[in-house]
């Protein structure tokens, strides 16, 4: 079904909620709440709010409300109250993204390594899937900026690096997200390869990409198989692939 946000003529509607939730954890903060869980709340709010911003594609205030975010989980950070990276990583690499769409690639480049710091960082601490797919998705925009910087050489070895990772994660059939990170992947080696004039290889990257894909679409057959089956009820595999497709 469609949500409030989803339909048309409605984005100002539920940024308008957003924004009215910041104000009350305003109230509750001069209330006494727990401080550092409200200032979590805040971030989830801004990064919501950047995230509305950025589907309208306003991407000056989207960068605002990431960075906003951003400042107070450093902050947290800072002080010890960070459970995990990943919502820093994410903030970065939304940043570093939206500078890079707006041409500041120097900028862009400086949020990216940002993130691969952090990605790099959470995987040495908590070694979970989780953790490698973000450090994953970290050196592909890593190998996006440098490619747009004209250094394919270097682009290349973070594409590299994200696709051996990728191949590492194809193997948990628990969830879809890990293959189809793997099909970019192969897809954006095969281009550099193309620019090179190194047809074989990227053929054979090409191959492998389509050999992925072709994995992914027996995958969603099972799991509208599964979906069946399960009508009424819930199925761990149906349920963690649901949003992919």
């Known amino acids: ?12 509607i539920m940024l308008q909620i957003l924004e009215e939730n910041l104000g009350k954890l305003d ?8 401080p550092i869980a409200q200032q979590k709340r805040r971030i989830g709010n801004y990064e919501r709010i950047g995230g509305r911003c950025f589907a309208n594609k306003d991407y000056d205030k989207a960068l605002e409300y990431y960075k906003k975010a951003l400042s107070i989980g450093v902050e947290l950070d800072e002080s010890g109250k960070i459970e995990n990276y990943r919502g820093l990583i994410i903030d970065y690499y939304n940043i570093g993204w939206i500078l890079t769409e707006q041409g500041k690639l120097e900028e ?3 949020a990216h390594q940002k993130a691969l710091e ?12 989780q953790s490698k797919y973000d450090l994953s998705v970290c050196y592909q925009y890593c190998g996006d900026v440098k490619k747009q910087m004209g250094d394919i050489n270097k682009s290349y070895e973070y594409y590299n690096k994200a ?11 628990s969830t879809i997200s890990y ?9 954006k ?17 090409m191959i492998s990409n389509i050999q992925v894909k072709e994995e992914i679409a027996k995958d969603k057959a099972n799991i509208e ?6 009508a009424g009820g819930h199925h761990p595999y149906v349920d963690l692939c649901k949003g992919y497709y």
């Open 1 to 12: 079904p469609d949500r409030i946000g989803n339909i048309p003529g409605t984005s100002g």
């Open 27 to 34: 109230q509750m903060m001069d209330m006494g709440a727990d």
């Open 108 to 110: 862009g480049w400086g």
């Open 118 to 129: 952090l990605a790099q960082k959470q995987v040495m601490i908590t070694d979970d899937n």
């Open 163 to 173: 696709m051996e990772i990728g191949e590492e994660l194809s193997k948990d059939k």
């Open 179 to 187: 293959s189809r990170a793997l099909a970019v992947y192969y897809g």
């Open 189 to 205: 080696l095969a281009d550099i390869e193309m620019e090179r004039g190194n047809y074989e290889e990227a053929k054979k990257h």
């Open 225 to 230: 198989k599964l979906s069946a089956e399960s």
